[in-house]
């Protein structure tokens, strides 16, 4: 079964190059992206992907406005925020509007394993709910997952 895409979105193209570069794995496809518009042309046209949001984006669209956006452009997607730029309350909201993960801004070698880590798990959270679920008989006579 196919990883998901990840797409790296953020204003700052240095970042979005570091963050893809430390993200990337080898079998992982990695695209990055500056433009809203752009973005949600990929989400629109995309199967499952893992968008890692960094510093906004060129529009200047806040991200409790960008983030239902986005899940109106592709319900599967998974967005994980990694940035320092959220208040308090804008963070509650984002994350009642379906952010799967929020970080800060990795700037040293942990940041950049949890947001590793965090990328993984929704890899993993994307392959799994793809993946088929299949019943068969026991000795018990119930049935159970494989």
């Given at each position: 079964m196919p990883r998901p895409k990840?797409?790296?979105a953020g204003k700052n193209p240095i970042h979005r190059a570091r963050t893809a570069r430390m993200l990337s794995d080898g079998d992982v496809s990695?695209?990055?992206?500056?433009?809203?518009?752009?973005?949600m042309e990929m989400l629109l046209h995309g199967?499952?992907?893992?968008?890692?949001?960094?510093?906004?984006?060129?529009?200047?669209?806040?991200?409790?406005?960008?983030?239902p956006l986005l899940k109106s452009c592709n319900s599967r997607s998974t967005i994980?925020?990694?940035?320092?730029?959220?208040?308090?309350?804008?963070?509650?909201?984002?994350?009642?509007?379906?952010?799967?993960?929020?970080?800060?801004?990795?700037?040293?070698?942990?940041g950049w394993e949890e947001l590793q880590l965090a990328v993984d798990c929704a890899c993993n959270s994307a392959l799994y709910a793809n993946r088929p679920f299949h019943r068969r008989e026991t000795r018990e006579g119930y049935e159970k997952p494989l």
């Open positions: 990840i797409i790296v990695i695209e990055t992206t500056g433009s809203a518009a752009y973005l199967g499952r992907s893992i968008v890692v949001l960094s510093d906004g984006l060129e529009e200047g669209l806040s991200f409790a406005h960008l983030v994980i925020l990694a940035t320092d730029d959220v208040s308090h309350v804008e963070e509650l909201r984002i994350r009642q509007q379906g952010v799967f993960y929020r970080t800060n801004q990795p700037a040293c070698a942990e």
